[in-house]
């Protein structure tokens, strides 16, 4: 007996399925998974597969062609990941579990991420042991500090959650990258381990954590690195979800020290009240900095981000905002991170 069509194209195609804007995720056995994925906010809203043939499931999902895509298939009786088995790209997603993934037609990783092209010099990266002073949690924190190989002084940006930034985005090599084909300007880094089970308290709106920020990191990065003072040129602050919120707090209470905030996906909003940072964009005289916003269109914060971004713009902040087509996931951060270091550092 032939095998059901979309069985066949299955076993020569993968998981998914992929035609034009659409996406038809595939499962054979008796009982269906489960699929939870970016587009509808993982276990909060997770899709049931109709029955296709015998055996036979599918579930399909419209999709800008451009879209970078996770997804897992959930099994209803354990309520645990079950792996794609059409579908080995597999990728830990920077929160909680492994995704697969998958590209759609016109989506692809930043050319920028792939390895250190031609005319690129690798900078240098070391590792820190840094006393909190009790700011933040911890007698020592991870700091790890980047200098470009370059002997003028340069600006620095402090990046949070530091370590996931090298890991998993490799931002060091996106900014090497981008300094040899004269994309932006050279500048440090102070990637900053975030606070592991404290990350939630830190980064909301934490002003022990700019006590932390200016009072030990920055001195660390004065000692180490090779650096314009803060009042000569204005200094970079970046994260994403509360990194992102953290960020654009650090900008508007320390305006004159980070005058670039680059926020990718900032938790901006609270489920249930409004974060501080709004206060201070609502209420507080505008500061002069310069401010990158960016969210997914499959991200749940998306809304928040075009909130803030709006009241940015009704206040007269220099703001711009992108979107793209991705998750919150520290891939669709890693594709378009250059962006916005482009805006802020051309």
Not at 250 to 264: D, H, K, W, Y
Request: proline share 7%; charged share 20%; hydrophobic share 40%.
């Amino acid at each position: 007996m032939p095998a059901h069509p979309i069985l066949a194209l299955d076993r020569t195609a993968g998981n998914p399925i992929i035609e034009s804007e659409t996406a038809t995720f595939i499962w054979q056995g008796k009982v269906a998974p489960l699929l939870i994925d970016d587009l509808h906010n993982w276990e909060e809203n997770p899709q049931t597969m109709q029955r296709a043939g015998t055996d036979l499931w599918s579930c399909t999902l419209v999709l800008a062609a451009d879209a970078y895509f996770e997804y897992a298939f959930l099994s209803p009786k354990t309520n645990e990941r079950i792996p794609d088995p059409q579908n080995p790209n597999r990728v830990w997603n920077g929160i909680n579990a492994y995704n697969n993934y998958f590209y759609m037609p016109r989506g692809e990783s930043t050319p920028f991420v792939n390895s250190i092209k031609a005319g690129a010099r690798g900078g240098v990266i070391s590792r820190h042991k840094l006393p909190t002073k009790e700011f933040v949690v911890g007698v020592n924190r991870t700091v790890y500090l980047y200098q470009p190989l370059i002997n003028t002084p340069v600006p620095l940006v402090v990046v949070h959650d530091g370590p996931d930034y090298l890991k998993r985005a490799r931002l060091n090599v996106i900014v090497e990258n981008m300094i040899a084909a004269k994309r932006i300007r050279p500048f440090a880094m102070a990637l900053v381990q975030n606070g592991g089970t404290a990350r939630n308290l830190e980064y909301s709106c934490s002003e022990s954590t700019l006590g932390f920020v200016s009072d030990c990191v920055i001195p660390l990065a004065q000692e180490h690195l090779t650096l314009t003072p803060p009042g000569d040129e204005p200094y970079g602050v970046l994260g994403a979800s509360l990194g992102g919120l953290m960020a654009l707090f650090t900008g508007m209470r320390l305006p004159n020290v980070f005058g670039r905030v680059l926020s990718q996906s900032g938790a901006f909003i609270m489920p249930d009240h409004q974060s501080v940072v709004t206060d201070l964009v609502r209420y507080a005289p505008p500061s002069d900095i310069n401010i990158w916003i960016e969210a997914g269109r499959y991200d749940w914060l998306l809304e928040n981000n075009r909130q803030m971004f709006a009241l940015l713009k009704e206040k007269n902040y220099q703001a711009t905002y992108h979107e793209f087509s991705g998750g919150h996931n520290y891939t669709s951060w890693r594709n378009e991170i250059w962006r916005g270091l482009e805006e802020l550092f051309r």
